[in-house]
C-alpha cells in the first residue's frame, strides 16, 4: 500500500515538472518573440536618425567629432 502511494506521489511529481517545463518554455518564446519586435520597431523608428548620421559620417570623412566641436564654437 505504501509503494502505491509513492507512485501516485512520483506521477504527480513527473506532471509537474513537464508543466513546469513546458510554462517555462512558453514564456521563455514570449519574451523572445516580443523582444525581436521591439528591437524591429525600434529600428525602423530610428532609421531616419542613423541614415542622418551616416551621412554626417560620410561627410566629414569619418571626423565625426568636427560637427561637435563647430557647435560648441557656436555656443561660446
Known amino acids: 500500500m505504501l509503494q502505491l502511494k509513492d507512485q ?3 506521477q ?3 506532471k509537474d515538472i513537464i508543466y513546469a517545463c513546458v510554462i517555462l518554455t512558453l514564456e521563455l518564446l514570449i519574451i523572445y518573440v ?7 520597431r525600434l529600428e525602423k523608428h530610428y532609421e531616419k536618425h542613423l541614415e542622418k548620421l551616416h551621412q554626417n559620417f560620410n561627410r566629414n570623412d569619418g571626423n565625426i567629432t568636427s560637427d561637435d566641436y563647430e557647435s560648441i564654437k557656436k555656443i561660446e
Open 34 to 40: 516580443s523582444l525581436r519586435l521591439g528591437f524591429i
Open 8 to 10: 501516485i506521489k512520483l
Open 12 to 14: 504527480h511529481l513527473q
